[in-house]
């Protein structure tokens, strides 16, 4: 059964700080990884998806990378700002046309 | 393009009654999954809809919970009757598989169903 889990649980930083988030699965016969973002009372924010063939994914000051064999994803966040903080969750899927697993997030605070 | 749409956004009830959530899938998406975040706990799946058929309902929690997606469009989430621990933001999400492999899953801005 995959799990996944996330370090740290939370995370309070000083803006311009470049962070990093860690994301770790259980079994590494995955079909993809993702990284989403969730603001208080909000939904889902898709940030980055890595099939399970890639290593990394970049988007703007986000870099995402995957490590299958040691079942591993960090999340990379480059001079953090304040519209930063949010809870940052990592979620497997052990195939196509199967559900997400997810992680249990990392609550990140970014002070101005 | 309209993205996954759920309905109500919130919902707050009294224990013993009865909820039904929507969800509206992305137009065309066979798709169809349900999953919930109750409070303190890591988000968790329900069940999956292929079109109109259960494809795997493995995470329902128990048999108040009842899914439903007629025609294979949107779909329905009933609690009946809800509970104290049924409190939580349920999200769902649709995707389509446009060749094999391929399979995106968007979601939803999620139901936050508070029970009293």
């Known amino acids: 059964k995959q799990e996944v889990t996330q370090i740290p649980a939370a995370l309070s930083v000083p803006e311009g700080e470049n962070l990093v988030l860690n994301c770790s699965f259980t079994d590494s016969a995955i079909y993809n990884l993702q990284w989403f973002r969730q603001d208080p009372g909000k939904g889902l924010t898709s940030l980055l998806l890595i099939q399970s063939s890639q290593r990394e994914q970049t988007s703007g000051r986000l870099n995402a990378s995957l490590d299958k064999s040691s079942g591993r994803s960090t999340l990379y966040i480059a001079a953090s700002q304040p519209g930063d903080s949010a809870t940052y969750l990592c979620a497997v899927r052990p195939n196509y046309g199967q559900n997400f697993v997810f992680g249990p997030g990392t609550r990140l605070s970014v002070l101005p | 393009e309209a993205g996954v749409t759920q309905f109500p956004s919130h919902s707050v009830i009294e224990k013993g009654q009865t909820v039904t959530l929507r969800c509206d899938p992305i137009?065309?998406?066979?798709?169809l999954y349900w999953y919930r975040r109750v409070m303190g706990k890591e988000i968790k799946f329900l069940l999956h809809f292929v079109k109109e058929s259960k494809q795997d309902e493995s995470g329902m929690p128990n048999n108040r919970f009842l899914a439903e997606r007629t025609g294979g469009t949107y779909s329905t989430l009933k609690v009946q009757p809800a509970e104290l621990e049924d409190s939580g933001v349920y999200f769902c999400?649709?995707?389509?598989?446009?060749?094999?492999?391929?399979?995106?899953?968007?979601f939803g801005p999620g139901t936050r169903l508070t029970v009293l």
């Open positions: 999400a649709s995707s389509q598989v446009i060749r094999a492999r391929t399979d995106t899953q968007y």
């Open positions: 137009s065309g998406h066979d798709n």
